[in-house]
């Protein structure tokens, strides 16, 4: 029996990945839009890093280009050893539910549209966070709980239609509120969360499913029909999404929610909040109005 606690079958999520760095034919929109966003937070920090990892970058441009010290060391690491063999630096293949490293071994991990295929997102969180030097900088890109709406409502309603019942076709994935409570259970301090959204447009359902196969985005829920999808659930999704979703053009559209997160293991000489009470200036006079006791209706 499946652990309970099991949401994605990781041997389907590394065999989708792996098919993904075979192909070529796929733009790969999403890890290139990611690379670029990746690239100018780590400029914006102005900082120079020495020890990267770079998990799940998959297809898509490097980071190297923001690493600017010539002695950095970059590592990276994929589920799929596929898709290591993509450029020629040190790599690891290993499960990012359990990273192979000491603690403090970096002093930069990002992790590139992997975490929303992980069970245990808390888990890999807090593995992530001990990898890191003190002060070292997290820097994570998940899809989010809008992705593939339409996708999910055109075969919500054609399965109920064709056959009266549902199975799940789309992941479940986190949404904005539960990314900020995930970094503050794993214990990173400073964390910001935020959120983009993608829209891209295909000429129909198949041209959106076979780039999401050449991403390896497809399916990977544990509990998924393992049965070939039926032609007329197909037809019936592929009208619904067209009806439902399509634009006047023709083309129907397809929503990626992208998850930022943000963190830096915990240090000393980080700036911290301070104690309430304990501020020198009272707000009033900071604002030039009259202070009014608590209580007190105001112009009393």
Not at 70 to 91: F, H, N, Q, T, Y
Not at 156 to 176: D, F, N, Q
Not at 270 to 280: E, F, K
Request: proline share 6%; hydrophobic share 45%.
């Amino acid at each position: 029996m499946a652990d309970s606690t099991m949401i994605f079958d990781r041997r389907a999520v590394r065999r989708h990945r792996g098919r993904a760095a075979a192909s070529d034919a796929v733009d790969d929109f999403l890890r290139l839009e990611i690379a670029e966003q990746m690239a100018e937070r780590l400029r914006d920090t102005g900082r120079n890093f020495r020890a990267v990892l770079d998990i799940g970058r998959g297809h898509g441009e490097s980071v190297e280009h923001s690493v600017d010290e010539p002695s950095a060391l970059l590592v990276r690491g994929d589920l799929a050893e596929g898709m290591l063999r993509r450029r020629a630096c040190p790599a690891v293949a290993f499960d990012d539910e359990f990273l192979p490293f000491a603690d403090g071994a970096f002093d930069l991990v990002l992790s590139r549209l992997v975490l929303h295929w992980v069970n245990d997102v808390p888990g890999a969180l807090v593995q992530i966070r001990r990898s890191l030097r003190p002060d070292g900088l997290f820097i994570g890109a998940l899809l989010g709980g809008d992705t593939l709406i339409e996708l999910r409502d055109a075969f919500l309603g054609a399965e109920s239609e064709v056959t009266g019942g549902a199975s799940p076709r789309t992941s479940p994935m986190a949404a904005p509120p539960d990314a900020v409570a995930l970094m503050q259970r794993a214990g990173f301090a400073l964390p910001v969360v935020d959120v983009d959204t993608v829209t891209a447009t295909y000429s129909d359902l198949l041209a959106l499913m076979h780039d999401l196969r050449a991403m390896g985005e497809t399916n990977a829920v544990l509990q998924r029909s393992r049965n070939f999808l039926r032609r007329d659930m197909l037809g019936a999704a592929a009208d619904r999404y067209r009806a439902v979703h399509g634009g006047p053009d023709g083309r129907i559209p397809a929503t990626f929610q992208i998850i930022w997160m943000t963190g830096w293991a915990p240090d000393d000489a980080q700036p911290r909040p301070l104690r309430p009470g304990s501020a020198g200036q009272r707000l009033a006079a900071a604002l030039g109005t009259k202070e009014w006791p608590a209580g007190e209706p105001a112009g009393s």
